[in-house]
């Protein structure tokens, strides 16, 4: 028991040492490597299908530095132009591919998306009469689609860009259109007391005021835009991530096909860690 007028002060954190969660975090990841390579040094499984962590970790170096690309550059200064072949790992070309076609995929299916859960959030009977097909439509497997995507876009990157749009749409178009409706309506007869048009109300009260369903959405959309592009890039395609991932189990490489999943985590990570620090900003 305190002594009479002190008081008991609690016991500072440690600034560098990590939190309870944190610490939780680290353990299970530390946990899963653990197991995997007790599974790897076992032989259970055949030989090479789970290589150690060491194995992997070699073949994700050199999956960023073995240099196997020649890739062009051309840069012109009026009359005067340049152009020189640079020896790249094929890596780097390959996911240069891939985040090309979801970034398109992203803006025409984000853009359509917006403008569609606009309309059916801002509009009862637009949304009563068209919002079920979205949820219907929504949980359907979009690779389903992708016969379609060939025969209307080719087997180039468009169709992996349609497969990404077609993917991305429908979580953006519903968190649009739930983040409408839990808009405050004081905020929407304010901007209409101001005589706000309408385009004007989109981008002074709409959008600021739901700017975390619609982060959440792009992250949504983000991801399973990247999950229909590599699943197009794997069933009909020369380039992008997708494609090395499925010539690098067809040739048994299992190495070098868990370096380049390995590579897509942490970049698929980051940029869900981006777009959830701009939702709190």
């Known amino acids: 028991m305190a002594e009479a007028g002190h008081l008991t002060r609690p016991t500072a954190a440690i600034g560098?040492?990590?939190?309870?969660?944190?610490?939780?975090?680290?353990?299970?990841?530390?946990?899963?490597?653990?197991?995997?390579?007790?599974?790897?040094?076992?032989?259970?499984?055949?030989?090479?299908?789970?290589?150690?962590?060491?194995?992997?970790?070699?073949?994700i170096f050199e999956l960023l530095t073995h240099a196997d690309?020649?890739?062009?550059?051309?840069?012109?200064?009026?009359?005067?132009?340049?152009?020189?072949?640079?020896?790249?790992?094929?890596?780097?070309?390959?996911?240069?591919?891939?985040?090309?076609?979801?970034?398109?995929?992203?803006?025409?299916?984000g853009l359509s998306g917006l403008i569609v859960g606009l309309l059916l959030g801002g509009n009862?009977?637009?949304?009563?009469?068209?919002?079920?097909?979205?949820?219907?439509?929504?949980?359907?497997?979009?690779?389903?689609f992708f016969p379609v995507m060939i025969m209307w876009f080719g087997v180039g990157p468009e169709s992996k860009v349609a497969m990404g749009t077609l993917s991305c749409f429908f979580p953006?178009?519903?968190?649009?259109?739930?983040?409408?409706?839990?808009?405050?309506?004081?905020?929407?007869?304010?901007?209409?007391?101001?005589?706000?048009?309408?385009?004007?109300?989109?981008?002074?009260v709409y959008l600021p005021a739901m700017r975390e369903p619609i982060v959440n959405g792009v992250r949504i959309g983000m991801?399973?835009?990247?999950?229909?592009?590599l699943l197009a890039e794997t069933k009909l395609s020369n380039k992008g991530v997708g494609f090395l991932i499925i010539d690098s189990y067809n040739t048994f490489d299992m190495p070098r096909m868990y370096a380049v999943l390995a590579m897509l985590f942490v970049i698929a990570i980051g940029a869900n860690a981006l777009l959830g620090r701009a939702s709190r900003n």
């Open 16 to 59: 560098w040492w990590p939190g309870p969660v944190m610490r939780l975090r680290i353990a299970i990841i530390v946990s899963l490597l653990v197991v995997w390579e007790a599974v790897a040094a076992s032989g259970l499984l055949l030989r090479d299908v789970v290589p150690s962590i060491t194995v992997i970790g070699g073949a």
């Open 172 to 204: 953006i178009a519903l968190n649009v259109a739930a983040g409408m409706r839990e808009i405050d309506p004081v905020l929407v007869r304010v901007g209409r007391s101001f005589r706000l048009s309408t385009s004007q109300m989109v981008r002074k």
């Open 69 to 109: 690309l020649k890739w062009p550059v051309d840069v012109g200064f009026g009359s005067v132009r340049f152009t020189h072949e640079f020896l790249v790992p094929s890596f780097y070309w390959h996911l240069y591919v891939t985040i090309a076609e979801v970034a398109a995929a992203m803006v025409i299916g």
């Open 223 to 229: 991801g399973v835009a990247l999950i229909g592009t």
């Open 124 to 144: 009862p009977f637009l949304g009563q009469a068209f919002e079920r097909y979205l949820y219907y439509l929504g949980p359907t497997p979009k690779i389903v």
